[in-house]
């Protein structure tokens, strides 16, 4: 396994701005950096980054943490496999207390396919630069597209040389397992039982995740013949999901979120040649159609994409679906299209890298231009396909999630076509209630979830607050004071002597019993450290702490608001920081935390009265009573102390 001491300096190096930077278009408010959810649908962004504490915290699926648990959450990969993958972005050098060989073994499959995957690539590369067929065939055609040595090897593309079982028995040979090579879809096994090579006499492009492995291949034949596909894929695997991937993102994340804008087109050469042509903010979907998964990856990065397709009708068509699924999914559309018969990767290299840029700059249009100029040409002289076409329009404007978009758009459809804004309105409201009501109907139609997703679905349910609730979330604020100032020293008004926070909540509740069990496992800790003459901090259970105390410190220690610090400076308005309370709100907590205990001690007791009661017990009744009654003082002496107004 690695050392703790080769953790500790990738701990120490890594940045969670920068790390999260390379997955998520971070923008900066206040101290700390927000986005939007890349682990969850949303239209508003919920998803923090705290840099002065080393943290994130994603209020839309609850998932929270340190630079580790992002890379875990996000790549789906195991502590390990997050501590190598921010290893090699620092340049640390991993020591083991293991031999390689041993911990090899312990590998698991997911990192196998992985490290076969990259053998692969590292194989097909070498085949295209160093074998004779693959230098002939492989590098001349590429050459023929223009692609430099420095793009040949940014996109790290091969070739894979024809024979039915080369780069398997180079695979086997080398010691991979043949069962993962059937996993990867490298190698395709027969009905007898007799394996191939998928890929053989193609160039290869491979696919990369956002973080720069190698999940997958894509490889186009350089034959004629007519009964093979000029293009093969990866099949689906472990690691790779193509409804998930644009080809191209690893390379381009960088110039999207700097020019604010994404190119999207279909094929790997579209995407290589433009880089060539110096436009490097590009990706495609790989020929796959548009998927919902696809839009949220480009929307990471940024809000503007401009598509990109062929003059012909089919690259026309392709461009109308893709237009209304960008637009369903909150973001920006613009448009080019070729000249007919051209695509990006042909007409970059026909017209030059200046001229086709100058297209890029002056050829796209909005999406209601491109609609209209495209329905005008066909229903010039055709009143009802003109009628057609304006609800086409409008039908797209309704896909549109952010009312005040739609507000706009409608404005100018109304100019572009001549069009009272109102009649426009008139049916996009129409649209909108009919989808509402789709929506209401397709509630109604869902049936109750079985038993065993009853739990999953209670847990996201609006929690209610019975006692136990009301409990815990003064628990939580109790956990929530001792993890943000447990080491701050209170002020020493009433006191023999100077102490900090944690001593005296942790000696004032020494007694109590946490109910929610993380909350309590993070107690203990903090009971523990004490016992001991330390007080932990978040780093402490950010790099000890389980799964679900990490999830619930980065909630903890999250704020989602912040005071303007325009209140103070430009209003003259002063709102005391929690750090000049502390007095107070330890004091307050601590009785607080005991008036809820005492309260849900009565809710309890009340219930076992009823049963006493029923069950003629007098020596327990009359107990029981007596149990009540004094918890029922408490309450008013604590509610008298905290200013609370309490039944009789």
């Given at each position: ?517 993380v909350l309590k496992s993070i107690f203990l ?95 327990k009744l009359e107990k029981s009573i007596d ?22």
């Amino acid at each position: 396994m690695i050392s703790r001491d080769s953790i500790e300096e990738v701990r120490s190096r890594v940045d969670i701005v920068d790390v999260i930077s390379d997955f998520v278009s971070l923008k900066k408010s206040g101290q700390n950096f927000k986005a939007l959810s890349p682990f969850n649908n949303e239209k508003t962004p919920s998803f923090y980054v705290v840099p002065a504490k080393g943290i994130f915290k994603d209020f839309s699926s609850g998932k929270g943490g340190d630079s580790f648990t992002f890379i875990m959450e996000h790549e789906k990969v195991s502590y390990i496999e997050a501590v190598r993958f921010l290893a090699k972005k620092y340049g640390v050098e991993l020591k083991e207390d293991k031999e390689s060989n041993e911990f090899a073994a312990e590998q698991s499959e997911r990192e196998g396919l992985y490290i076969l995957m990259n053998f692969a690539k590292d194989y097909y590369k070498e085949i295209l630069q160093a074998h004779e067929e693959g230098r002939g065939i492989g590098l001349s055609y590429f050459r023929e597209r223009g692609f430099t040595d420095k793009t040949i090897q940014k996109f790290e593309l091969g070739y894979a040389i024809e024979g039915w079982t080369n780069f398997s028995s180079e695979a086997i040979q080398k010691g991979y397992n043949k069962e993962l090579l059937e996993k990867t879809g490298l190698v395709v096994k027969k009905e007898d039982g007799s394996t191939y090579d998928r890929f053989r006499g193609r160039v290869i492009f491979p696919v990369h995740n956002m973080s720069g492995k190698v999940i997958a291949f894509g490889a186009r034949m350089m034959g004629k013949d007519k009964n093979q596909p000029k293009y093969i894929n990866s099949p689906e695997t472990d690691i790779y999901h193509k409804s998930d991937v644009l080809y191209g993102l690893f390379q381009a994340k960088n110039a999207i979120r700097q020019h604010n804008n994404c190119y999207l087109v279909e094929g790997y050469t579209d995407v290589i040649s433009m880089h060539q042509a110096d436009v490097e903010n590009v990706v495609a979907s790989s020929g796959t159609a548009l998927t919902e998964e696809q839009i949220k990856l480009m929307r990471r990065f940024t809000e503007n994409v401009t598509v990109l397709f062929d003059g012909d009708s089919a690259g026309i068509k392709a461009a109308l679906r893709g237009i209304d699924l960008i637009l369903k999914g909150g973001l920006n559309v613009r448009v080019a299209l070729f000249p007919d018969g051209e695509d990006p990767d042909s007409y970059s290299r026909k017209v030059g890298t200046a001229e086709f840029q100058d297209f890029l700059k002056h050829s796209t249009k909005d999406f209601i231009s491109f609609k209209a100029d495209l329905f005008s040409a066909e229903s010039a002289a055709d009143p009802i396909r003109k009628a057609e076409s304006i609800k086409e329009i409008v039908n797209s404007i309704a896909l549109i999630p952010d009312p005040v978009k739609r507000s706009v758009y409608i404005q100018e459809t109304s100019n572009l076509l001549k069009m009272p804004e109102q009649v426009l309105l008139s049916e996009l409201n129409k649209l909108l209630v009919q989808e509402r009501r789709k929506n209401e109907k397709d509630k109604l139609k869902e049936v109750e979830p079985p038993e065993e997703g009853r739990a999953a679905i209670e847990e996201i349910a609006p929690i209610k607050l019975d006692g136990n609730a009301i409990v815990q979330l003064q628990e939580r604020e109790t956990i929530r004071l001792l993890l943000n100032y447990a080491d701050k020293n209170l002020s020493a008004e009433d006191q023999q002597e100077v102490q900090s926070l944690g001593n005296y909540m942790l000696h004032e509740l020494d007694d109590v019993e946490f109910t929610n069990p993380v909350l309590k496992s993070i107690f203990l800790e903090f009971k523990e450290g004490l016992n001991n003459q330390v007080i932990h901090d978040t780093n402490y259970f950010l790099q000890h702490g389980s799964d679900a105390m990490k999830r619930m410190v980065a909630d903890l220690i999250t704020h989602r608001y912040n005071t303007s610090a325009h209140w103070g400076d430009k209003f003259h308005i002063y709102i005391p920081k929690e750090i000049e309370l502390l007095n107070k709100m330890a004091y307050t907590n601590v009785l607080r935390l005991k008036f809820r205990i005492i309260q849900k001690m009565m809710e309890d007791n009340l219930k076992d009265l009823k049963v006493i009661e029923a069950s003629g017990d007098l020596d327990k009744l009359e107990k029981s009573i007596d149990m009540q009654m004094g918890l029922k003082q408490a309450e008013r002496d604590l509610a008298s102390i905290l200013g609370i107004v309490v039944s009789k």
